[in-house]
Structure formats: C-alpha cells, structure tokens
C-alpha cells in the first residue's frame, strides 16, 4: 500500500475551521500563539472566528488555510504514526505539502505565504481579470481558447487542470466574457468563479517577480518523502525555488499529478485540509485507489482499520 496526502489551496476555508483542534489540544493553541507573538496578530480569530466574506480575501484566506492545514498533518502524525510516500499540494497547498515533507521550515513559509497572499490581494484589487471553469477535455479547450485569442486578440490561460473534464481558464473580463459565449455556443457548461482576479496566469507577473525574490533567500531541504510540483506535475528534483517562482504564473496541473501519482502505485490518498475540496476533486481524478478526508468522521472510522493494517505491516 502506497500513500499519498494531499493539501488544497484556496477554496478550503470555511468559518470555524480549525476550532476543534484548537480547543482538543494544547500544542495546537501554542502553535496558534507562537505564530500570533511572531506576527503581531491574533491568528486564531482569523481562521476560528472570522466570517466567510473576510476568510474569501486572498490575503486572509491564504495564510488560514495554510496554518490549519500544516496542524490538521500534525495531529494526523501525532495519531497514526505514519509516513507518507508522496504529497502533494493544490497551488497555495504545495507550500503546506513542502513544509511537511520537511524541504521548508514553518517558520519560512509562514513568511512566504503571507507576502505570496499580500501580493495576490494586490492583484485582485486592481485586476480587471477572473476566472472560468469548463466541463470540456483539456485538448478541446487549449484548441478552442487558441482560436477565440486569434480571432479575437485576446488573452487566455489554462489556469488549472483539475480533472479530465474540469479545466479552468484565467483571463481579463472582456476575453472571459467572449470564451464563455463561444463555449456555450459550443454546448459547453461554463461556470465564472467568484474570485476577483485571473490566478495562475500573466496577469499574476508583477506579483510573481516580487515573490520570486524573496523566494531566493529560502534554502529548502531534501525532502522526507516525494512532493509533487503543480507547474510539472513531478516531483521535485532539487529545484524548489525555480519551480515555484513559475508557479503562481504557470498552470496547476493537477491532473497530470494524480495521474503521476497512480503510475506510482498510489492507492491511497488523504485530504488534509479544512474542507473537503480535494476530495470532490480526487473522485473525478481518479481510476484506482481510494480517497478520503480527514475532516470526515465517517471516512477516519475507515482510515483508522487501513492505517494500523499499514503500520502493523511496516
């Protein structure tokens, strides 16, 4: 049995997230009080008592999501004992997967994760971009989005490739708006998600370049297990920091990840995060091997039998 833990990006965050360990473990409240001295902020009523509208703030969001995610692999460690083969990280969630892996401190990505949502706040508040799902195969879009930018002088991204089937595209209002009627015409469900900027494009470049230099004073280590990277969707080999320099520019490629994932004989995956986004995700990714969600108690009763049969046998 190969294993595999998984952490989402933004999208994850809901009110309350994080209360129950917070109020179940004292290592938990001295994590949040730590990370609340170093800051000059009360990082628990950011993620424990704020409401959703503040939660959706990419600066807010980033950082929430990230902490509770880094605790919920904790307290997974501290109760099965086990070790993964690989992780890997939806976009923001690659951050939370190298610090478990232990290729970056908590301390350093705190700082990273931090100025990397300053930054993309930034973007969204003078952005006239957003983002678009499609329920179409990724060749089918890349061709489609190809035509639309050369007969319209446009400009679309390929921002995430989620699933087989699920694409999102990244662009200005006015390119989104002309990609939307062009697939619908096509008879292409379309969705416009309720983000304020075009993630995961050039439109991202400004906030990229500065991110990318206080990306090279971090000095990552060799990591424990395998962590994938989203702009490869392979493992890391060594190249952390230019990987993820591209990354907040670069498509998420997920699918390719998974993909990577179930060649190597993963069959076993555990969503880490807050919600269980990652989870929907998974089941459309993949063809075998099972998905589960820590935050589920219905799925931790399964986990509890496979995880002790794992340690038992190692």
């Known amino acids: 049995m190969k294993l595999a833990l998984l952490f989402p990006g933004q999208g994850a965050q809901y009110t309350s997230m994080g209360k129950r360990l917070y109020e179940k473990f004292d290592w938990v409240r001295k994590i ?8 000059a902020f009360d990082i628990y009523k950011r993620i424990c008592e704020s409401d959703l509208e503040y939660l959706t703030r990419t600066d807010n969001a980033q950082i929430a999501i990230f902490v509770a995610s880094y605790i919920n692999y904790l307290a997974f460690l501290n109760e099965y004992k086990i070790k993964p083969d690989y992780m890997a990280g939806h976009s923001l969630g690659e951050f939370t997967a190298l610090v478990a892996s232990g290729a970056l401190f908590f301390e350093e990505a705190l700082e990273l994760v931090l100025e990397r949502g300053r930054l993309m706040q930034i973007e969204s508040e003078k952005s006239q971009g957003g983002m678009l799902a499609v329920k179409w195969d990724y060749e089918n879009v890349n061709q489609i989005c190809e035509e639309i930018m050369e007969k319209h002088h446009c400009k679309i991204s390929i921002s995430n490739y989620n699933s087989k089937n699920q694409i999102v595209l990244s662009g200005d209002s006015n390119s989104l708006n002309i990609a939307e009627k062009t697939l619908e015409m ?12 075009a993630f995961h494009s ?3 470049e400004t906030a990229s370049s500065a991110f990318s230099t206080l990306l090279s004073k971090i000095n990552f280590s060799i ?21 993820l320099s591209k990354q907040m520019i670069s498509t998420v490629r997920w699918y390719e990840s998974v993909k990577y994932l179930e060649e190597e004989g993963v069959d076993i995956y555990i969503d880490l995060g807050p919600k269980s986004v990652l989870k929907g995700i998974m089941k459309r990714n993949l063809s075998k091997g099972k998905i589960y969600s820590y935050e589920d108690e219905e799925d931790k009763l399964l986990l509890n039998n496979i995880l002790k049969n794992r340690r038992d046998s190692s």
């Open 32 to 39: 949040y009080q730590n990370v609340s001295d170093r800051f």
């Open 186 to 197: 096509n008879g292409i469900l379309t969705t416009k998600l309720n983000v304020g900027a």
């Open 202 to 204: 050039s439109h991202m």
């Open 223 to 243: 990591p424990e297990c395998k962590v994938i990277s989203n702009v490869s969707g392979l493992p890391y080999e060594g190249d952390f920091n230019s990987l």
